[in-house]
């Protein structure tokens, strides 16, 4: 039996997820097989060669988070990384020169080689 569900849509998201991002979380979660009050965590915190690192993982939401759905994944986001992420872009590449997650900021006045870390 095939059960629907209620897909919850937010009208304002800081960041946006590429439709390879969505099928890549999706799959991801279903493979971990999280309870339904997990979410996907997006955000920054210090260090990195350039500054400041993207986080991108599953987690639980905390008192200072935003949430916020993306198709049908639910996001979290504390609060004041929103100054870092807005406009961000999360997309998913499988090719032979990308492989994993990436990040367009058009916030970052400079990235790391890796894509991984940047700078406001």
Partial sequence: MIMET????????PITLTENAIIA??????EKELEEDFG?????NGGGCS????????DKKQDTDQEFYIGDVKVYMN???GLYLLGTEVDY??????RGFTF?????????GCGSSFSA
């Fill in 79 to 81: 609060k004041s990384h």
């Fill in 6 to 13: 209620e897909v919850k849509q937010t009208t304002f998201t």
């Fill in 51 to 58: 500054g400041m690192t993207y986080v991108l993982g599953f």
């Fill in 104 to 112: 367009s900021n058009p916030n970052a006045s400079s990235t790391c």
């Fill in 40 to 44: 996907l965590r997006v955000g920054v």
């Fill in 25 to 30: 979380v999706k799959k991801l979660m279903g």
């Fill in 93 to 98: 590449q499988d090719g032979l020169n990308a």
